[in-house]
């Protein structure tokens, strides 16, 4: 009974085996998937492209930001509400 049992576990460990060796034959792996579609380097270049220039934007829009802070606050020193009492003694 034992020997009829080993034979079994043993014939289906083989079996898996056997299985785990051959069916990565019919797959494609991703790679050579993915390699089949020639504008995927472009596009990929273009989104980084795209995303530097983002930055850029983002980086304009926040020193934009900065000097519209800056002009509010000499206009508020202008116009004398400014709430700062060092910088706009009050009259």
């Given at each position: 009974m034992a020997d009829k049992t080993t034979k079994i576990l043993l014939g289906a460990i083989a079996l898996g085996l056997w299985l785990n060796a051959v069916l990565p034959l019919f797959?494609?792996?991703?790679?050579?998937?993915?390699a089949d579609w020639p504008y995927l380097t472009s596009i990929d270049k273009s989104l980084n492209s795209l995303d530097r220039h983002l930055s850029?934007?983002?980086?304009a829009?926040?020193?934009?930001?900065?000097i519209a802070d800056a002009v509010e606050k000499v206009q508020a020193i202008a116009d004398g509400t400014c709430p700062n009492k060092q910088i706009?003694?009050?009259k």
């Open positions: 797959k494609p792996s991703v790679s050579s998937a993915q850029r934007i983002d980086t829009v926040e020193k934009v930001q900065a706009c003694p009050s």
